[in-house]
């Protein structure tokens, strides 16, 4: 097969050396023509803008070969929408044979004007409760660990930022257990649990006296029925704002 | 790994020595919990005879012979001989007794309980008396004499009394546990609180009125007082209930929670588990006022602490340190810690009144989705041999040992949901004493 093929190749390259010599014809050059002259240009629409809305610069070339906006490569003719947060000057570089044209636009950027209310005030009808239980979703234990899941940490991080920025409120953090164990050694474990959330809590720089603990072992379950999920809801570290 | 019953109860305990002869039957101090059934004394116990025409007379003396029976049957010391087997004469006096008719077959009765009743203006007057029918020459072992006012509870009360004089007499000087109490939690009243009741389940009476949740309720050795852990407003306390006065006493409170009293048997200490030093709970030893006190433990997840009460030296205690918990012993200092168990998820300890046996609940293949099989054990401490007490009946946990060491309360959810049941250290004589609401941990009296 290889063999075959590299033959008929063969064959076809000379023919073609063949016919190359018999076609060859002098002809002189034509006579030299100028490059046509390139040319560019940029527009902004709109030309100013607020902080934070965007502009859409087109820019058209011809005779180019090279197009460059701000330094990057870019198509002869294009748009191309920004959002510069100050007042900037944008550059078209348009090159081809028959020289550089450049084109500028000038994008300028205002300040918006100052939202209605310019201080975040706490709005009456949240109240501190609500804010907290915004960040401080219940987090999940493994059977008989009470071991931080990494979801957990996450959570802990939530918390101990609202903590953070509000150094008045004080906390209890409730362990709780699933029905199945003993009831003494279930609020030992939900003990441990609180604990593992406090810990998770003071290294993430919230001050000690923020934090209380307790356990309600297997007293106060949230779910009732006897299998995994109702389980597993069980087996919780619960966030209370205390007032 | 587990053998016979029998076998091992065998091997552990020394038994009362087999006779028919009463009189000689019951020498001696055996370590005993247990008289295999062939080897009881047959007693006989005739209904007592109403004495007097009061109408009162009739109702206590049907309350009065239930007792005085199930008292008895529940010793588990006697074979009772069934009342279908008695001769048509039912005496009431010791002169009414025909001995040989009792001493043969077919009553072949060992023993003889019997006596009289009667209300006399106002007052239950009570004769009882009990007989070695097998001994002709000289039948009497005791006589009795009581005088209550004519109560319900009156009848129940002397009805324990003569019992126990009987059983005290006989259950080689072991003392009988008719009057004894179980301590308890109820949530029958929406909450769970502290009850009281007698031995056989009568008389259930609430103490607490806590209004949040009680827990792990433990009488003092003198029954003068209740230690349990309370839901206070933002932790577990050690709270003290007073039955003499009817209410409760203030008791020394600590940060964190505090759980699971445990008194030593002279009824000088309390140990209990906190959370005060560290996030996780250890055992905690103090005064029984509370005060001075001091850590055991250094692990975590320690919980459950019940003394020795042969020699208050040593504390068992359930613990989570290695993962699952297991029971531990230490020495009442803190001192050589020793695991019990090995598998599984083993807790509630309670150390028998001789201080030779350890019962526990034990789920021996404890795992995440597994239900049930989780049952009472008893363990001689020095041979860590294990005998099952219950077998595939639930959840059962918190066994507490009776004063005599022959019978074992705890709670079962066999029937549906949380109950007090009771049951001889053999297996034997299950019986339910609660069936309103959910009842769990039951405590024996010391005495």
């Known amino acids: 097969m290889n063999h075959r093929k590299q033959w008929v190749l063969a064959v076809l390259l000379a023919a073609l050396l063949v016919l190359a010599a018999g076609c060859k014809k002098k002809q002189p050059p034509p006579p030299p023509t100028p490059p046509p002259p390139v040319t560019a240009t940029l527009t902004a629409n709109p030309a100013s803008i607020q902080s934070g809305q965007s502009s859409t610069l087109t820019w058209s070339t011809q005779n180019a070969t090279d197009v460059t906006l701000d330094g990057n490569k870019v198509d002869v003719n294009g748009s191309q929408a920004v959002s510069p947060g100050q007042t900037t000057t944008y550059h078209l570089k348009a090159t081809g044979g028959g020289g550089t044209q450049e084109a500028t636009a000038t994008i300028t950027v205002t300040s918006p004007p100052p939202p209605p209310t310019p201080t975040p005030t706490p709005q009456p009808t949240v109240s501190d409760d609500e804010i907290f239980a915004r960040s401080a979703s219940d987090i999940y234990f493994d059977y008989d660990k009470a071991d931080l899941r990494p979801e957990s940490v996450q959570t802990l991080a939530r918390i101990a930022d609202v903590m953070k920025a509000h150094p008045n409120w004080i906390i209890q953090i409730q362990g709780n257990a699933d029905e199945r164990g003993s009831i003494e050694y279930n609020l030992a474990l939900g003990e441990r649990r609180a604990s593992a959330a406090q810990q998770g809590l003071v290294q993430d720089g919230v001050s000690a006296g923020q934090l209380k603990t307790i356990s309600f072992g297997k007293e106060k379950p949230i779910c009732t029925e006897a299998n995994e999920t109702c389980w597993q809801k069980n087996r919780r570290d619960h966030f209370q704002l205390m007032h | ?447």
């Open chain 2, 1 to 447: 790994m587990f053998k016979d019953k029998w076998t091992i109860i065998l091997l552990l305990l020394t038994c009362i020595t087999c006779c028919t002869s009463v009189a000689n039957a019951f020498q001696g101090k055996p370590i005993i919990v247990i008289t295999p059934t062939q080897e009881r004394p047959r007693l006989a116990v005739p209904d007592f005879v109403a004495g007097t025409s009061d109408p009162q007379s009739s109702p206590l003396n049907t309350v009065f012979n239930q007792t005085l029976w199930n008292d008895l049957d529940n010793a588990g010391i006697f074979d009772m001989v069934p009342k279908s087997f008695y001769p048509v004469q039912t005496p009431s006096q010791p002169s009414q007794v025909n001995v040989p008719v009792w001493g043969n077959p077919p009553p072949n009765a060992g023993l003889l309980a019997f006596g009289n009743l009667g209300v006399n203006s106002g007052k239950l007057d009570v004769q009882g008396w009990l007989f070695d029918v097998k001994n002709a020459g000289a039948p009497p072992i005791l006589g009795k004499q009581y005088r209550e006012d004519a109560k319900e509870n009156n009848a129940r009360l002397i009805a324990h009394r003569f019992a126990d004089e009987i059983i005290g007499r006989l259950g080689a000087g072991v003392p009988g546990i008719a009057e004894s109490k179980i301590f308890f939690i109820s949530t029958r009243t929406g909450n769970k609180e502290v009850w009281s009741m007698d031995y056989d389940g009568a008389n259930q009476q609430q103490l607490t009125h806590l209004g949040s949740i009680a827990l792990s309720p433990r009488v003092s050795p003198d029954r003068s007082r209740v230690a349990f852990s309370g839901l206070a407003k933002d932790s577990w306390q050690i709270m003290m209930y007073s039955l003499e006065l009817g209410r409760p006493l203030s008791f020394q409170r600590y940060s964190g929670d505090n759980i699971s009293p445990a008194w030593s048997s002279d009824g000088t200490k309390l140990a209990f588990a906190s959370s005060m030093h560290e996030g996780s709970s250890n055992i905690f030893l103090a005064d029984a006022s509370g005060a001075g006190s001091r850590r055991l433990t250094t692990g975590h997840t320690d919980v459950s602490p019940v003394f020795n009460p042969k020699t208050n030296g040593q504390i068992a205690f359930v613990s989570g340190r290695t993962g699952l918990p297991q029971i531990y012993i230490m020495d009442a200092d803190g001192s050589n810690v020793q695991r019990m168990t090995e598998q599984g998820y083993s807790v509630s300890p309670s150390w028998s009144p001789n201080g030779l046996l350890l019962a526990f609940a034990w789920d021996r293949n404890y795992g995440p989705g597994i239900v049930g099989g989780w049952d009472i054990y008893i363990m001689e401490i020095a041979s860590r041999q294990i005998v099952q007490l219950t077998h595939d009946s639930g959840r059962n946990d918190f066994p507490s040992w009776s004063p005599d060491g022959r019978h074992i309360v705890f709670q079962s959810n066999r029937g549906g949901t949380e109950q007090i049941w009771s049951v001889l250290a053999d297996g034997t004589h299950l019986q339910q004493l609660t069936r309103q609401g959910r009842n769990t941990q039951p405590n024996w009296s010391f005495q």
